[in-house]
């Protein structure tokens, strides 16, 4: 692991290799993978085979709702679902206490029929009374959970596993696809972002539709990670963190304030619910033994949203919802952890 992160772009590889039915291949994709995940924690993936008429379809369907009243989206807000999953209004979803996000979303999770598997993040989703929302934006999910399981396997390789070590554990993940929609800002001075955090889950892939993003350097400078048309953005979260037993690191990333209207679709990849999640690997270099600790996937989800977002969090104060067992703060890996 490098000592100090000082990048300074974000890299971009094509992973067509990863469809191929020799190992090899797939290991040669893998190890540039490894790399990118060790130094930046963000890369850009080319040859995705998630077709353009899926994304076109993905953002129309976006732009329609969000472009309806605010009074006929509050109808599906998110606190009345049973997974977590609805619209999100502006102020809803905050970082840091005080501070407001200028956007709003929609909210997709696992949409589970089985209730057998529901948890507190896993039920039935809730969605809008529009059927072609529903077909094109589940179409979507179900595209972006299979390259998600692909991207599971390279990772395995990147660590030297074998290639299987995750599929046992990715039978109902509660993986999230959010619609985020930042409305047109005029008062934005397109340089200062809010909202620095790291995904809390293994990686996401996030398909946006402008500039904005900013990805945060070991030295403490943000990077821009502009919009570079047919492609998707990986990033490593919390999870892979602690399976990659510190050689992949969570990398803190905001959106900076831009005048321009604009949209994003991150889709939030982790394994099963009740998952352990446990280094695999011994410590990597410069990493104190125990200084990672095992989690329950499904748990840590749940904690770090229940501190996100507000209707949770009156719920947790008013104690009628219970913060999980060995929660831990929402700045507890990555760049962050090291300025506590």
Sequence with gaps: MSECRAFSSIPVIDISGLYSDNLKTRQRVADKIAVAAQDVGFFYIREHQISQQLIDNLIEQAQGFFAQPLSEKMRWHIAQSENHSGYVPEGEEQFEEGKIDHKEAYDINYDLTDLSFQRPMLGPTQWPDNADFKFHIKNYYQAARELSNRLFSAFALA???????FVANLKHPPNQLRLIHYPYDPSAQDKEGIGAHTDYECFTLLLPTTDGLEVMNDQGEWIDAPFIPGTIVVNIGD??????????????HRVRKVKQERYSFPMFCSLD????????LPPAEGVQPGQYQALKCGDHLYAQTIQTFNYLKKQWRSGTLTMPDAARSTASFGQLAKTL
């Excluded at 660590?159 to 070590?165: D, K, V």
């Excluded at 999870?239 to 803190?252: D, K, N, Q, V, W």
């Design 159 to 165: 660590l030297g596993l074998e290639e299987n070590t």
């Design 239 to 252: 999870m892979l963190e602690i399976l990659s037993h510190g050689r992949f690191l969570a990398t803190s």
């Design 273 to 280: 619910y009740d998952t352990l999640v446990a280094p695999l």
